[in-house]
């Protein structure tokens, strides 16, 4: 179920609602709200909900409230265009968003061109290596966590055969890919290398396939819906299958998903945010509302910081003072201090280990 945690809130989809009111200032989120990848929507609406109300409690940002706006791109690149072309016309101050890279990279051209600041979440090395200088990602690249990855792999099992599968997304393509050349980096060479098709709900072919293969790891890019379900079926055709995936492993449906066989998943994360004594206060907050701030809820909080405090540096709202901040600057958060590089990179990326367990994720000693 989802939670709204303060008023105020517009919805964007295929329509946006009315302009900010009068000493408003509009910020803004877009992810999938809807779709099989809701569950990491509700993510980022639990944080950045928090986070505004919070902000406003402090009295807002340079006099004014802030207002958050809600798009739902259902992790769809349509959709997700045609919410960032309604939020470039809806006068926002930022956005955070999208979520899927493959959403990200065409609706951040958008924002680019609205003179839009924006905070990203999402992967992908294009995401920042296009030259433009709206955004700026609060967390590491899949070239970073795909050699983490392929590394541990490679140190952990190295007279496992080893599948390499992805999505066909933009996102689990490119981390794929990269831990593909990390593990062959380390003199190994996986027996397969292929894509399934995210959405379907049976893949008994592929487990068949990789069955056949003795293989006993895969690399998995793409996202825990998929992930869930293939570890689970593997468990019932006989197959222990080990799994090392990337960031969007964060998420609690993914042991609802695949049941016990959910602790053969390892993935790569940020150090979590949810034991940096800085976030103890809104840690406590979220718990306080029953939420667990899993995954990318405490992200978006911070993108609400970094926004707060780059606008009071700049003294400013406006496109060019604010974005100089950010790019500048260094900004404490509940996710640790953020400061970027000439293309938007966080400065100081780290991913580390973790691994599912009875319905928890741990990171790896």
Request: charge should be neutral.
């Amino acid at each position: 179920m989802r939670k709204s945690l303060v008023g105020g809130v517009c919805l964007v989809a295929a329509a946006l609602g009315a302009a900010p009111a009068l000493a408003e200032t509009a910020v803004a989120i877009a992810g999938p709200m809807s779709g099989q990848y809701a569950s990491a929507g509700d993510q980022i609406r639990e944080g950045a909900e928090l986070a505004v109300a919070d902000i406003n409690a402090r009295g807002g940002v340079l006099g004014e409230k802030l207002k958050l706006v809600v798009g739902d791109d259902a992790c769809d690149p349509k959709q997700a265009v045609a919410v960032a072309n309604r939020m470039a016309t809806a006068n926002i101050a930022f956005m955070h968003g999208h979520w899927c890279s493959s959403s990200t990279i065409p609706a951040s051209d958008i924002y680019n061109e609205a003179q839009i600041p924006m905070a990203t979440v999402s992967t992908n090395p294009q995401v920042t290596e296009r030259g433009l200088k709206n955004i700026f990602r609060i967390m590491g690249r899949d070239d970073q966590q795909g050699m983490v990855a392929g590394d541990f792999i490679a140190a952990k099992y190295p007279d496992a055969k080893i599948a390499v599968i992805d999505d066909k997304s933009a996102y689990g393509k490119g981390l794929a890919t990269e831990m593909s050349k990390a593990i062959k980096a380390k003199g190994l060479k996986p027996v397969i290398e292929e894509s399934i098709t995210a959405g379907e709900r049976d893949y008994s072919s592929l487990i068949t396939k990789l069955k056949s293969m003795g293989v006993s790891v895969m690399a998995y890019g793409g996202y825990h819906t998929e992930v869930g379900l293939i570890v689970r079926q593997a468990k019932e055709a006989g197959l222990d299958l080990k799994v090392m995936s990337g960031d969007t492993m964060t998420n609690s449906e993914l042991p609802s998903i695949a049941g016990p066989a959910a602790n053969n998943v390892m993935f790569t994360f940020s150090p979590d945010p949810r034991e940096n004594p800085a976030a103890a206060p809104v840690v406590a907050e979220f718990k306080k509302k029953n939420i667990d701030p899993e995954g990318y809820v405490l992200y978006a909080y911070a993108a609400m910081q970094l926004f707060e405090q780059a606008a009071k540096q700049a003294k400013s709202i406006k496109y060019q003072p604010l974005r100089d901040a950010m790019a500048s600057g260094t900004f404490p958060t509940v996710i640790g201090e953020l400061s970027f590089d000439a293309k938007g990179d966080l400065k100081v990326p780290a991913f580390v280990v973790y691994k599912w367990n009875d319905g928890k994720y741990a990171a790896l000693k």
